[in-house]
């Protein structure tokens, strides 16, 4: 980031910044706190997690008034004003994928100790792993301000999606052989969207830092399939 004349514009930049890596970090600690409560069925920390989610709305309201604060006060341009927006999308992001940790917690309360066979929540757990992986990058991609990394976080996401249709195959089979899993595996449905979810937003964030890097935003390839084939996204020709 370019020194500015106004030291302390400098500072509010910085302190934005600053900001989204610590609510990127609480929402990251409540993820992997929300799975971990899912798999010992420990409802204290689950009740802790929703409790948290509250600092993370506050968070997310304090980045978007500072935000909007310096916009008013410093009339930024170009590069500047860039990282603004990120922050405010980012923040943005960051308090949904709180409040999806938030949902996972709270199944674990619904659930209220029962647990049918760990087998069932391995597949939970890979996704997890998967989803939180690519939300780390995709902060340290912010971090870096490293278009490159951001990019091969977003291309990801189909990996996660594929996963996630697995274990949502897997869950109904489990429910299709033994009836009395039902209750215990729509829970765990329910949780899978929810890290699918967390995936897309770490696309969206992903989508952020390459337009606060390169000043472009990202095509949607969908799109791009269409103009080559020379027909828009109804089928109809130009």
């Not at 968070?59 to 860039?82: G, N, S, V």
């Not at 699918?196 to 770490?202: N, Y």
């Amino acid at each position: 980031m370019n020194d500015h004349i106004v030291t302390a514009y400098d500072t509010e930049l910085k302190m934005l910044t600053a900001q989204i890596s610590e609510m990127g970090g609480k929402v990251e600690r409540m993820v992997s706190e929300s799975i971990k409560a899912l798999s010992s069925m420990d409802v204290v920390t689950a009740r802790r997690i929703i409790a948290e989610d509250r600092a993370v709305d506050t968070m997310q309201r304090e980045i978007d008034e500072a935000a909007i604060l310096t916009i008013a006060k410093r009339q930024p341009m170009a590069d500047d004003l860039r990282v603004i927006v990120s922050c405010i999308r980012i923040s943005n992001d960051l308090e949904r994928v709180g409040d999806m940790a938030k949902n996972i917690a709270r199944r674990v309360i619904d659930l209220n100790g029962e647990y049918t066979s760990s087998k069932v929540v391995h597949g939970i757990e890979h996704l997890a792993d998967l989803g939180l992986a690519q939300l780390q990058d995709v902060l340290d991609a912010f971090a870096a301000r490293n278009s490159e990394q951001a990019m091969r976080c977003w291309s990801r996401d189909e990996q996660l999606d594929e996963f996630y249709t697995s274990v949502f195959r897997e869950l109904l089979t489990y429910m299709m052989e033994d009836p009395r899993t039902i209750t215990f595996c729509t829970n765990l449905l329910f949780c899978a969207k929810n890290i699918e979810r967390i995936g897309d937003h770490a696309t969206n964030i992903a989508e952020t830092v390459i337009y606060l890097v390169t000043g472009q935003a990202m095509m949607d390839p969908r799109k791009t399939a269409y103009e080559e084939i020379g027909v828009n996204e109804n089928g109809e020709g130009k």
